[in-house]
């Protein structure tokens, strides 16, 4: 059984086309979740961590809340730098995370 | 960017050989990971490291073993490598464990024939 859902698994949108991605989670007792950006051949890149329900974080034109099922990323007004999988993780046990599959996102100019 | 050097990046064996990979990290960081990606899969955790020579199994451990003798070093063994460890293993490094950021490496590409 997943524990961490990411949907759509592949999202595209024109360039100033907000939306957003989805993390489902049903691990129970969570200590932390995680977004990460992903680039074609490299490693992942941290970007939010998350702690309580109704927290919230930005980053330029990102934005990352959290309820006590899911996560969401929002992103308005993308640009084709935005391009990258999105990658969602859960601390459960406190000792490693559970990654998501991911949803890629494409953005067109 | 964070101090993390894997190798190698990439490398081509036959079934039944041995493969190691290393992590090598300049942060001082106390806990290492090693991940595999597939598609369809994400990442998954093969094995973990709290500290020099203390090590733990992650989800999908079955046919790797680990060893950390050095802080700055976490080694990833395939004793006999079989098709199905094809994949792009990725290192990742923390300070704080699971509770705080981990830093992944640039990640390294393995192919059984």
């Known amino acids: 059984e997943d524990q961490v859902t990411q949907s759509p698994e592949a999202l595209r949108l024109q360039e100033g086309e907000s939306s957003s991605l989805n993390c489902s989670y049903t691990v129970s007792g969570l200590r932390g979740l995680f977004w990460y950006r992903q680039d074609p051949g490299k490693g992942p890149e941290f970007l939010f961590t998350?702690?309580?329900a109704g927290e919230e974080k930005e980053k330029e034109r990102l934005k990352a809340t959290l309820t006590k099922k899911e996560s969401f990323l929002h992103i308005t007004a993308p640009k084709p730098e935005d391009s990258a999988t999105y990658l969602c993780?859960?601390?459960?046990?406190?000792?490693?995370?559970?990654f998501g599959k991911g949803t890629t996102l494409s953005v067109s100019s | 960017d964070a101090g993390i050097t894997q190798s190698p990046r990439h490398k081509v064996t036959e079934t039944g050989t041995p493969v190691t990979l290393r992590c090598h990290q300049t942060?001082?960081?106390?806990?290492m990971y090693w991940y595999r990606q597939d598609p369809g899969h994400g990442l998954r955790l093969i094995h973990y490291s709290y500290g020099v020579k203390d090590t733990d199994k992650g989800e999908v451990s079955d046919g790797y073993s680990v060893s950390r003798s050095k802080t700055e070093d976490f080694l990833l063994t395939l004793e006999s490598a079989t098709s199905s460890q094809t994949s792009v293993y990725f290192c990742?490094?923390?300070?704080?464990?699971?509770?705080?950021?981990?830093?992944f490496g640039e990640g390294s590409r393995l192919t059984v024939l």
């Open positions: 993780a859960v601390n459960q046990a406190g000792t490693a995370l559970i």
């Open positions: 942060e001082n960081h106390r806990y």
């Open positions: 998350l702690y309580s």
């Open positions: 990742a490094i923390s300070e704080t464990g699971a509770r705080g950021e981990l830093f």
